[in-house]
């Protein structure tokens, strides 16, 4: 999961208590439409977009997006390619807080609330909703988008 923010091993931060690693990448805007970065990756031999999207990945993509972002058909990709696995990403929402400008992208798991999620991440529930308008957080899948305070980003594309 290389990138120009990830460069070696210490920047990824491990969360022991949720076994869940926070990895950082930068979120840049995907042909002018939505916020996301693309990790290259290079497929072993019986992997597929599902496997590496679900497993690999830990669900922060889906198998349809690394489809749509990849020339192989899902029956016909060679061992060793290098595939593209984009995963979505927030810039936040100026409407909601100027005060966050770093965003966890955070695939929902079953056992999984708004609750828990905010008290795991040190925010009010309140917020995190906000910053996830509609969202249901006990949905068992998808993803949420976590603010933490740091580096204020530029609000112009809001997600």
Do not use: H
């Not at 930068?26 to 031999?45: R, V």
Request: glycine residues 6%; contains cysteine.
């Amino acid at each position: 999961m290389k990138s120009n923010v990830l460069t070696k091993p210490q920047d990824i931060i491990i969360t022991n208590k949720n076994k869940r690693v926070n990895v950082p990448f930068p979120c840049d805007c995907i042909n002018g439409e939505f916020l996301a970065y693309t990790f290259l990756y290079e497929l072993q031999p019986e992997e597929t977009y599902t496997s590496v999207a679900e497993e690999s990945f830990s669900n922060l993509t889906t198998d349809v997006w690394m489809q749509n972002f990849n020339v192989y058909r899902p029956t016909n990709i060679p061992d060793f390619a290098m595939i593209n696995v984009t995963v979505n990403c927030s810039c936040g929402n100026r409407e909601v807080s100027m005060d966050y400008g770093l965003f966890i992208t955070y695939p929902l798991k079953s056992e999984d609330t708004l609750e828990s999620i905010a008290k795991d991440a040190k925010i009010e529930a309140e917020l995190l909703q906000r910053y996830n308008p509609g969202v249901d957080f006990s949905q068992g899948s998808g993803l949420v988008f976590i603010p933490g305070k740091g580096l204020i980003l530029d609000f112009s594309m809001n997600s």
